[in-house]
């Protein structure tokens, strides 16, 4: 037992050290930007846009190193600061395989795009519906009929298994939401189902909300526990013309009257205060969690909507990016809701 922890550690600070090589080798290419060879050849002014009162740029810290991989085509999930990403051939998208095999693999690769441990998927339960790390990189990923298997860092399987309960099972699971340590499942008949701590796991079931398959949310968000009053995750459901929030003991409607319309999108802010609704007739419609202090913006950019992430930083400045199948648009705090 001693000898093989020991192979373990060793084995982890290999793949830490390749990391960090991989990095290393990367900051002194010439294809790195902040590199003397590439400043050179590009106008320093050239990089930075205005952003209202703003100047803002996006530089490529360092080139992935990984060769064929079309993200699109992938079921991603990233580690937080830096940590592992995991990657898998999304099986509810008709994509042509070239010269790759049909077996599925998940491949586990570090922040560089080297690939460390790989395995092929062969779980029964039907579609991958999603997959996440949690804090202490444990990549959990759940299946249509409920079970969540877990991997370590090494692409292993963590035993013992584990289900979402039986009536997941029965209705399978169409989305599900992760947040930090947990997740909520929806199901086929609209039912919801939460594991508050995947150090803990025991599944519970939410409040009824009284929709059917044929009337699934367009849209689902969660507020972590810890920013909400009740002390539980809070659930926000895009239903009808309206939101639905739910937890485990009630169920509350939110009328178009206060959302203005039918939400296709909702983005929770990292403290749970801002909510971020992309609405059916192109409009952006920032909140806070109170539904008041709105601003709107008519987005003039037509596409599908791709993602909506609301993010902050360590100045408590706030920044919302929507991203478009082809192009991104960025929305600074203070031009909407002003610097607290």
Not at 76 to 85: D, E, K, L, S
Not at 163 to 170: I, P, R, T
Not at 181 to 203: M, Y
Not at 250 to 259: A, G, N, P, Q
Request: net charge neutral; with cysteine; glycine share 6%.
């Amino acid at each position: 037992m001693l000898l093989k922890k020991r192979k373990k550690k060793e084995r982890h600070d290999q793949i830490i050290l390749a990391t960090q090589n991989s990095i290393e080798t990367s900051l002194n290419s010439p294809n790195f930007p902040n590199s003397p060879s590439a400043m050179a050849n590009v106008s320093v002014a050239a990089e930075w846009q205005l952003l209202i009162n703003r100047y803002y740029r996006k530089p490529e810290l360092y080139p992935m190193r990984w060769k064929h991989i079309d993200l699109s085509r992938n079921k991603v999930a990233c580690a937080p600061f830096g940590g592992p990403i995991a990657i898998i051939r999304d099986d509810s998208k008709i994509v042509q395989l070239y010269a790759e095999s049909a077996l599925r693999k998940l491949r586990i690769f570090n922040s560089a795009g080297i690939l460390f441990s790989e395995t092929v998927w062969k779980h029964p339960g039907g579609r991958l519906i999603g997959m996440s790390w949690t804090e202490d990189q444990t990549l959990i990923c759940i299946v249509q009929d409920g079970t969540i298997y877990r991997y370590n860092v090494h692409c292993e399987v963590l035993e013992p298994n584990f289900s979402m309960g039986k009536e997941c099972f029965e209705q399978n699971v169409v989305d599900c939401v992760f947040w930090g340590n947990g997740v909520v499942c929806l199901t086929e008949a609209g039912k919801l189902f939460c594991v508050p701590d995947f150090k803990q796991i025991k599944p519970c079931k939410l409040a009824e909300v009284g929709i059917g398959a044929e009337e699934l949310p367009h849209c689902m968000a969660v507020i972590e526990p810890q920013y909400t009053v009740s002390g539980n995750v809070e659930v926000l459901l895009g239903v009808g013309s309206g939101i639905v929030i739910v937890d485990e003991d009630e169920v509350r409607f939110i009328d178009e009257e206060k959302i203005g319309g039918v939400v296709l999108k909702i983005a929770v802010s990292h403290n749970g205060r801002f909510l971020a609704c992309f609405m059916h007739d192109g409009r952006l419609v920032v909140m806070n969690t109170e539904f008041r202090d709105f601003f709107q913006y008519q987005c003039e950019v037509i596409y599908v909507v791709f993602g909506l992430i609301l993010r902050s930083n360590l100045c408590r400045v706030w920044f919302l990016l929507i991203c478009f199948d082809m192009c991104s648009l960025l929305f600074h705090q203070s031009r909407w809701l002003g610097v607290d």
